[in-house]
């Protein structure tokens, strides 16, 4: 079963496959952070795709804060 890990942010991390439980056949082990439903299609070159209050969300990567310039 294919699970999909989110940072203590909610943000998308990676796709892993659940272990099924020896004790229980056809229950599986879901680890922590993670969700089973997938999310949805974004560009990671400019998006990411964070896991809130249920549901997914695409959210373009934020601009990086400018370098302060140098005291002369």
Do not use: N
């Amino acid at each position: 079963m294919k699970v999909y890990q989110t940072s203590y942010l909610g943000y998308f991390v990676a796709e892993l496959d659940a272990d099924e439980s020896p004790l229980e056949p056809g229950v599986f082990h879901i680890p922590g952070g993670c969700v089973v439903d997938p999310p949805p299609s974004y560009d990671p070159a400019v998006q990411l795709a964070r896991h809130v209050d249920g549901a997914w969300r695409v959210e373009d990567i934020p601009e990086p804060e400018p370098e302060p310039e140098p005291e002369e």
